[in-house]
């Protein structure tokens, strides 16, 4: 089994910083992708950022220029650093992964319990 583990949420200020974490742990073959999701209560799930292993990172127009997404791949981790935060980037964020299991070597997608990120003075 694969588990993703989030930290990092909490309240910041309007044009704040914070910095979001994601480990991923288990029996892991390989990871394919890494990234981050963000849903408001009554709407849909959209992409953040997203790291791959082929490719390079890829930033959500909504918030590019404000986000930055890396991974340490010694420690299967994925940081998000989020500057300049608004009022309209509160949301609750998932880390999403695409992982291949050591028992199947097939990639199947995770996600983590989500954490709360609320923009507020």
């Known amino acids: 089994q694969v588990q993703l583990v989030e930290s990092g949420g909490g309240l910041v200020q309007p044009g704040g910083s914070l910095s979001l974490s994601c480990t991923a742990s288990?029996?892991?073959?390989?990871?394919?992708?890494m990234g981050w999701y963000r849903q408001s209560p009554g709407k849909q799930r959209e992409l953040v950022a997203q790291i791959t292993s082929c490719g390079g990172p890829h930033v959500a127009d909504a918030v590019k220029g404000r986000c930055t997404i890396s991974k340490d791949n010694t420690k299967n981790t994925a940081y998000l650093q989020m500057n300049s935060r608004k009022p309209e980037d509160t949301d609750t964020y998932y880390c999403?992964?695409?992982?291949?299991?050591?028992?199947?070597?097939?990639?199947?997608?995770?996600w983590g319990q989500g954490t709360q990120v609320t923009v507020s003075s």
């Open positions: 999403n992964a695409e992982v291949a299991h050591v028992a199947t070597l097939h990639p199947r997608e995770y």
């Open positions: 288990g029996t892991i073959y390989a990871i394919y992708s």
